[in-house]
T-cell receptor
């Protein structure tokens, strides 16, 4: 079963520390998304990449968040410095878009539950 | 105002009942409409997918889109306890592998 793998599953950190979350998209998927989910805001799109190039990161606080795809098998989301308001579940998802042919929907990972104290 | 509005519930119904879940949206450019199901402590998974207006049926699930009213629905027939989850509507302007906007989700509980 193809799946999106996210690490770590849980992270507790102190305010001000750097946090790095990693995502391994499904092999062959060329589009990767980062979402944040909270009770208050629901699922918010932070950024997404196609063929490793950033397409939209308008949902991401630029001063402290950064997203990269160093290669096709790894996407990272970093927060530096972290703040208590960053506490949320961060989801990575991947999908396939190739010209006129697209697969339907994304496949989500199980998420990284981040707590900043 | 959010682009996509969804009643958060919670909604509790007895096993076997018909469930109706709904979303409204404001952006008339949306063309692709989806329903995702999310179990506790899991990522959302795609349940149904519809392009433009109309109905789509898959087993016990039926998705309806009314673009003129900017209203989409998901119906679950013969609901089962295993259907207990949060259901999120989602929509996008272009293909499904483009930017998707999610509703806040409706928490559904099916009582045995």
């Amino acid at each position: 079963d193809a799946r999106v793998t996210q690490t770590p599953r849980h992270k507790v950190t102190e305010m001000g520390q750097e946090v790095t979350m990693r995502c391994q998209p499904i092999l062959g998927h060329n589009t990767v998304f980062w979402y944040r989910q909270t009770m208050m805001q629901g699922l918010e799109l932070l950024a997404y990449f196609r063929n490793r190039a950033p397409l939209d990161d308008s949902g991401m606080p630029k001063d402290r968040f950064s997203a990269e795809m160093p290669d096709a098998t790894l996407a990272t989301l970093k927060i530096q410095p972290s703040e208590p308001r960053d506490s949320a579940v961060y989801f990575c998802a991947s999908g396939s878009a190739a010209g006129e042919r697209t697969d339907y929907g994304y496949t989500f990972g199980s998420g990284t539950r981040l707590t900043v104290v | 105002q959010k682009e996509v509005e969804q009643d958060p519930g919670p909604l509790s119904v007895p096993e076997g009942a018909i469930v109706s879940l709904n979303c409204t949206y404001s952006n008339s450019a949306f063309q692709y409409f989806m329903w995702y199901r999310q179990y506790s402590r899991k990522g959302p998974e795609l349940l149904m997918y519809t392009y433009s207006s109309g109905n789509k049926e898959d087993g016990r699930f039926t998705a309806q889109v009314d673009k003129s009213s900017k209203y989409i629905s998901l119906f679950i027939r013969d609901s089962q306890p295993s259907d207990s989850a949060t259901y999120l509507c989602a929509m996008s302007r272009y293909s499904s592998a483009s930017k998707i906007i999610f509703g806040s989700g409706t928490r559904l509980s099916i009582r045995p």
